[in-house]
């Protein structure tokens, strides 16, 4: 069995993981598995199929990306917003040595794309991503800034506040 991969712009919740799929069964398209900005799917598409793909995801928010490099700029945000939202800032490794080994590319290279691409080197991003989470868990009033701190492996409360 040929599986297809469609990489989307601004997927970035479980909602949008939700909703993408829902549009693809109206579609009459069964997706075999979904992740934040990739969606697998069985069997390749048709071009007419690809067109009210990309019609439908636009209407709501989302893009399909067809160039290698958008791609890797989607998936770089994917794995720092899968690490900061979803697996609790578990990072073991130095940044660059976790996106390099996840993404099979030196990270000079994918740092220098994201960079020209993006108006903002990874480390921004990543602070940034950190930023919204600590947001979003003050909003949450259910963890005091110092577990908010150490949830996210600041050094300190100090050092978050900063």
């Known amino acids: 069995m040929r599986t297809e991969i469609l990489y989307i712009k601004n997927m970035v919740c479980d909602r949008c993981k939700i909703v993408v799929k829902s549009e693809l069964e109206k579609l009459g398209i069964t997706p ?44 770089i945000k994917t794995l720092i917003i899968e690490l900061v939202h979803y697996n609790n800032n578990e990072l073991k490794v130095n940044l660059s040595d976790y996106l390099s080994d996840k993404l099979h590319h030196d990270y000079n290279y994918i740092s220098n794309l994201f960079s020209e691409i993006e108006g903002t080197n990874i ?16 909003v949450y009033d259910e963890l005091t800034l110092g577990e908010i701190a150490f949830q996210l492996n600041y050094s300190s409360t100090a050092h978050l506040s900063n």
């Not at 934040?36 to 893009?63: A, M, W, Y």
């Open 32 to 75: 075999l598995h979904i992740d934040l900005g990739e969606v697998t799917l069985g069997t390749p598409l048709s071009d007419e199929q690809k067109i009210l793909i990309k019609n439908r995801l636009d209407s709501l928010g989302f893009e399909l990306i067809n160039d290698k490099r958008s791609r890797l700029i989607e998936q």
């Open 123 to 138: 480390e921004k991003y990543f602070i940034a991503q950190k930023i919204e989470k600590v947001k979003e868990l003050l």
